[in-house]
């Protein structure tokens, strides 16, 4: 008797990315994509006629993030296995996903070998985290370095990541959300999403406030 596929949804608004999983996963016979959607609305609004077994969910997408997405789908469609794919490595934004109710978590630079397991894996009820993404859960630190890595410049200090280090050298350099998205090859949204995140993380109130601060840190002179 032939094994049943797992019907898979990938949810990201990099169209390139969605394209490398449909590719790397096209040999795949026990694995089927049957939609792709490139924002949380759109991922929503297929669901009311696809009925997937996995959701590979990314976090920063246009109109509706993946966080928003994934409560929606855990009280709506509980029997839907969510499986995150980030960069991400906060502690508390990964303890909040674990929270709504995600099955997996998985960083963006993990090999197809992996993510074909964790599709697997969540598909037969467990949980499955990349190493990394463990290791924060219980407040650990590695010493890999890759996009999204958080730094911590001084103990008092809150952690940013490499990229929102980037995205606040270059507002601090008075260019515009445009430039910026264009030096760094990511969505104006996503530059947006990270000065949101930056204001709030530093406790700020305005650009002005990131400015000051990256002088004071010695990003900028």
Request: charged share 25%.
């Amino acid at each position: 008797m032939a094994t049943k596929s797992i019907r898979l949804i990938i949810a990201d608004d990099h169209q390139m990315f969605i394209d490398g999983i449909r590719s790397a996963l096209a040999d795949n016979g026990s694995i089927q994509i049957i939609a792709t959607a490139n924002n949380g609305k759109q991922l929503l609004s297929l669901l009311e006629n696809e009925t997937p077994d996995v959701i590979l969910l990314d976090i920063n997408m246009p109109e509706m993030n993946g966080l928003d997405a994934a409560r929606h789908i855990v009280k709506k469609f509980p029997e839907i296995k969510i499986i995150i794919l980030s960069m991400y490595l906060e502690k508390q934004f990964i303890e909040e996903l674990v929270k709504i109710g995600v099955s997996g978590y998985i960083l963006k630079n993990t090999g197809m070998k992996e993510l074909e397991q964790a599709i697997i894996t969540v598909t037969e009820g467990k949980k499955h985290f990349s190493g990394d993404i463990t290791l924060k859960m219980i407040g650990a630190e590695t010493n890999e370095s890759y996009p999204g890595h958080p730094v911590m410049h001084k103990e008092e200090n809150p952690v940013l990541t490499e990229r929102e280090i980037e995205v606040l050298k270059l507002i601090a350099l008075e260019h515009t959300t445009p430039e910026i998205a264009e030096k760094l090859f990511i969505s104006a949204y996503t530059v947006e999403t990270h000065r949101k995140n930056l204001i709030r993380k530093l406790n700020v109130k305005n650009i002005a406030g990131l400015v000051k601060y990256a002088v004071q840190q010695g990003f900028v002179n």
